[in-house]
């Protein structure tokens, strides 16, 4: 199977991605459809709020984990070419992606969580929002990842003793 991704050339494994990253935003489109009818027949914003939770919760989650984990095996064949600096992107890049994806998928659900919500925040604050906390999560990890990669074996010998 590892090596069904590893015979990928470049630009399959682009068109793999960019059809990882349209299945993403196509659920999420789906989803927010589907919320909005599931709405309108029921009439209630807190069933509708749980609903989209629940499905939010275990398949997106679910399509966004299946993405994580084939996204790194279609680049990493032709990103560890660079060296080091193909491990560094080994790592950003499917963290960019996941980033990416999370970004797009707050900006299609934004309309459909300001009706249910009845909020007035624009997509602005929930882009920025989301932004911020992808920030904090994400530059810790490639802060350890540059430190345990860049920094000589004996300075961090010295430092974990």
Known sequence: MLQWFA???????????????????????????????????????????????????YMSTALLIATMIVEPFLMIPHILSFGE??????????????????LGNQLILHSTNQILRDTTSSRKESVENLSRFLFF??????????????????????LFS
């Open 85 to 102: 600096w193909g491990r560094l992107l080994s790592i950003v890049l499917p963290l960019l992606f996941v980033a990416i994806i999370l």
């Open 137 to 158: 999560t994400l530059i810790p990890i490639l802060m350890m990842f540059l430190f345990t990669k860049f920094i000589p074996q004996e300075i961090q010998d010295q």
């Open 7 to 57: 015979n990928r050339t470049l630009s399959e494994a682009v068109f793999l991605s960019l059809l990882l990253l349209c299945g993403n935003y196509l659920f999420t489109a789906f989803l927010a459809r589907y919320i909005q009818k599931y709405y309108k027949k029921t009439g209630s914003a807190e069933l509708a709020v749980y609903r989209l939770q629940t499905i939010n919760k």
